[in-house]
């Protein structure tokens, strides 16, 4: 999709090909040989036939020339250069994402936690901002809201004790929002919970700056840095996904 190749999320390997042939005509000449490839595959997969070692060889040799063509011809790139965090598109969160991998090679294990946290909020800011999400958390807290506070009215005419406000009741609804939109993205209700009991808290400024503050004693070790990353990468490929259109569809009712 970032290249000016339209895609469908159901799109067979056949199609996708194609419609990477059809985009840069340099590919064509692979197109034959890695449909045979996709033969063998599902005689593999659905026959249960073993490859020679001959034949593993080969298709490992014509496969790894087609990426590096491929990789050259759309992206400009090597195939060394790849990365996950290559695939990024957003200069911005990429910059953050590449300091806290450079952070995560020298050892500074908080800074590169911090990087993946600011790297991810910030590109959910905007995924949520573009309309996305935003309309849907935002009616499902109202709605809650309206629903407790009548509640809390009710219990106040009985003349039973509060043990909460209707602030608090908002707050803990709006805690939950953000979780259940992310898991509506594919992006799993447990990885982004272990990513929130890591990272620092990240607010957004007006002017869109990025302010950190962390509460308490706060030390991430090696583990959770590469926790961090990870997550942050895999959850900004899922949205940069949903915004290329490839994701997009109806979200389902919960």
Not at 67 to 88: N, Q, Y
Not at 134 to 142: C, K, N, Q, S, Y
């Amino acid at each position: 999709g970032s290249q000016g190749v339209p895609t469908e999320r159901n799109d067979s390997l056949g199609v996708l090909l194609q419609k990477l042939c059809d985009r840069f005509p340099g590919l064509s000449p692979y197109k034959s040989e890695l449909e045979r490839l996709r033969r063998i595959r599902d005689r593999v997969q659905h026959d249960g036939m073993i490859p020679s070692e001959e034949e593993a060889r080969s298709a490992v040799t014509h496969v790894q020339a087609f990426a590096r063509d491929a990789l050259r011809v759309a992206l400009g790139m090597e195939f060394e250069e790849v990365t996950l965090v290559s695939a990024i598109t957003d200069d911005e969160t990429k910059a953050h994402l590449e300091e806290a991998e450079q952070a995560y090679r020298t050892g500074d294990y908080p800074k590169a936690v911090t990087k993946a946290a600011i790297a991810f909020t910030v590109a959910w800011e905007r995924f949520r901002h573009g309309g996305r999400s935003r309309a849907w958390g935002e009616r499902v807290v109202r709605s809650l809201a309206r629903a407790l506070e009548h509640w809390l009215e009710r219990v106040v005419g009985h003349g039973l004790p509060l043990i909460f406000s209707s602030v608090e009741v908002r707050y803990a609804l709006d805690s939950l929002v953000e979780p259940v939109e992310l898991a509506l993205y594919g992006i799993p209700l447990p990885a982004y919970l272990r990513f929130a009991a890591i990272i620092p808290d990240i607010g957004i400024t007006v002017g869109g700056t990025p302010r950190v503050s962390v509460v308490g004693s706060w030390n991430p070790g090696r583990d959770d840095a590469s926790y961090a990353i990870d997550f942050a990468v895999m959850a900004l490929l899922r949205l940069q996904e949903w915004s290329f259109g490839a994701g997009q569809r109806a979200l389902p009712l919960v």
